[in-house]
C-alpha cells in the first residue's frame, strides 16, 4: 500500500482521489487464452473491493511460455474503508480459484468365458476405476501410420490424450494352439483378442456419442495401460514417401485450434481448460502480492 508521508499536499490530495497502485502476481494452471475474458472475472469479483488499474499477461522467466502468470494492479475502491492487498488476494482466491477436476474411466468386466477369466485374471462383473490425471489432457491433432515398401499413411484424428492416474490391466489375449499345427499356430499367433467389457468416463460435460475411447500402453509395459485417448474427428489421410523428410499435414491444414473449436462447438463446454477459452473463472492457483 501507497505511504503518504513527506508528499506535497496536492499529491496528497490527488493520491486520496486516485488511490494508490498495489502489484499482485497471479498464477494460472492453464493457459489463458482468453485475456479481456479474464480481467473482466477478476474485476466481476474484485467490485466494490478494489479497482483494477492495469492487468497484462506475463512470460514465464524459467520456460518464456506466456499466460500462466500475469501482474495485476489495483487500488482501493472509493467504498471500501476495509481495503488491502491481501483482502483483494483473499477474494481473487476464494471466487477464481482453480478446483481440481474429479474425472474417472472405468470399465467393467462382462467377459464370461472362463478359460479367458483365468488367464487374464480378471472376474466376470468385475470394476476397474483409475482417476484421469485431466491437468495434463492434451488436446491435439495425433496421427496413426502404416507403410508400405516406399509409402507412409497417416490417419489423423482430433483427440485428447490423458494420463491414467492408476494402471488399467491389458484385457488382450490369445488363443493357446498345439505346436504341430505350425499353419493354424502362426495365424493364431496373429490374432490378438480382447476380454468382453464395458468402458465409461464420468465427470465430463460431455455427449459420450461425441467420441470413441483407446486405450494406451506405458513406454516399455505392455501389462497395463497408462494413457487413455479420447478420438472425437477423423482428419482424414494423406499418404508420403518414405525417401522424404519430415511429416505430412492433416487434409485440409487442419490444426490444434480447429480441433478445439470443433469439441466446444459439439460439447458446449471448455471440457475444463482442455479445449481452450480459458479465462479466469476455476484456473486461478496462487495470488501473492509483488
Known sequence: MC?????????????????????????????????????????????????????????????????????????????????SPEQARDIILENLSHQPSDIKFSIEIT????????????????????????????????YYSD??????????????????????????????????????????????????????????PIDPELYTIQLETGYGSDKQYKNLIMIFESLGRSSESTFLPGSATPPGGKDTEYCKRQLREKSGSNLFGAAGNVAAQDNIIAVQKN
Open 3 to 83: 505511504r503518504l508521508r513527506f508528499f506535497p499536499v496536492a499529491i496528497i490530495f490527488l493520491l486520496l482521489i486516485t488511490g494508490c497502485n498495489d502489484s499482485l502476481e497471479i498464477q494460472f494452471n492453464r493457459r489463458v487464452d482468453l485475456e479481456s475474458q479474464a480481467r473482466a472475472e477478476i474485476e466481476k469479483a474484485l467490485k466494490g473491493i478494489a479497482v483494477v488499474s492495469s492487468f497484462k499477461m506475463t512470460k514465464d522467466s524459467a520456460s518464456g511460455e506466456s499466460g500462466k502468470t500475469a501482474t495485476l494492479k489495483i487500488h482501493a475502491d472509493e467504498n471500501n474503508q476495509d481495503y
Open 111 to 142: 467377459e464370461e468365458q472362463d478359460q479367458v477369466l483365468e488367464t487374464l485374471s480378471i472376474e466376470n462383473g468385475q470394476k476397474i476405476v483409475s482417476e484421469l490425471d485431466w491437468e495434463q489432457a492434451d488436446l491435439a491433432v495425433f
Open 147 to 204: 507403410s508400405s515398401d516406399y509409402t507412409v499413411n497417416k490417419d489423423y484424428v482430433c483427440a485428447i490424450k490423458v494420463p491414467l492416474k492408476q494402471g488399467i490391466p491389458v484385457l488382450d489375449y490369445k488363443y493357446e494352439v498345439d505346436a504341430r499345427l505350425a499353419g493354424f499356430k502362426s495365424l493364431m499367433d496373429n490374432m490378438i483378442m480382447k476380454a468382453k467389457h464395458t468402458e465409461q468416463i464420468s465427470g465430463l
